[in-house]
């Protein structure tokens, strides 16, 4: 089984509100990845936690927070999104934050900020 | 700085006309390439993952292969449902992250 799920699938928000998207997988694996996705672009990294420790941030603004209460689960709140931030928000996991470990994709979450 | 190129950029077949797709690369120390297939609106799903130059993988009527500067995805006698978009991605050097390619958007026609 290698699914990772996540919720919601489509999220309509204004600039002024705060919403999250959730993130699971129940594979044991330790190492969990945010990506943002445009339109006929490749995923681009956001955020990358390993044993539920934030290990990198690739300079997200800080609208977005990632959250880890525990080693199934990545969190993403969003707070005073801009309409530009409209995109498919991807969750991944792998078996260790390592060198050659196999990334599993969730569905995504498609995002649009009025 | 590690590369990824993908092409062509856009393929059209005709349903059960073989063909390749291509992925080159520049990297310092390749530690695993990964080619994903991703359908419109939706997030990559694993294909395979290469390790060294002379590695060959296949599922149904996917073959990738490795070489030390590519790899090819190699499509056999292709139906429609093979329509996607294909993203190879690399791991290398000290690097902590995937890189991608553009991807290659293939069309196959009834």
């Known amino acids: 089984d290698t699914e990772v799920t996540q919720t919601p699938k489509h999220l309509v928000m204004g600039m002024t509100n705060k919403k999250s998207l959730k993130c699971e997988q129940h594979?044991?694996?330790?190492?969990m990845y945010w990506y943002k996705q445009k339109a006929k672009k490749p995923p681009e990294l956001m955020f990358v936690y390993s044993y539920e420790k934030l290990s990198i941030n690739e300079s997200v603004p800080s609208r977005f927070s990632p959250e880890c209460p525990n080693s199934s689960l990545l969190n993403l709140h969003l707070h005073a999104l801009q309409p530009e931030d409209s995109a498919l928000y991807l969750c991944?996991?792998?078996?260790?934050?390592?060198?050659?470990?196999?990334?599993?994709f969730g569905p995504g979450t498609r995002l649009l900020v009025l | 700085e590690d590369q990824v190129t993908q092409s062509p950029e856009a393929l059209r077949l005709q349903e059960g006309e073989s063909s390749s797709l291509n992925c080159s690369y520049t990297?310092?120390?390749?530690?695993?390439l990964f080619w994903y297939r991703q359908d419109p609106g939706k997030g990559p799903e694993f294909l395979f993952t290469l390790y060294s130059a002379g590695e060959e993988k296949e599922k149904e009527r996917l073959k990738a292969t490795l070489t030390k500067k590519e790899s090819f995805l190699h499509i056999t006698a292709p139906k429609p449902e093979d329509s996607a978009t294909y993203l190879c991605a690399v791991l290398a050097g000290g690097n902590e992250k995937l890189t991608f390619g553009t991807g290659t958007r293939l069309t196959i026609i009834p």
């Open positions: 594979m044991g694996h330790r190492a």
């Open positions: 990297v310092s120390g390749l530690r695993g």
């Open positions: 991944a996991s792998s078996q260790e934050r390592a060198d050659q470990e196999t990334q599993y």
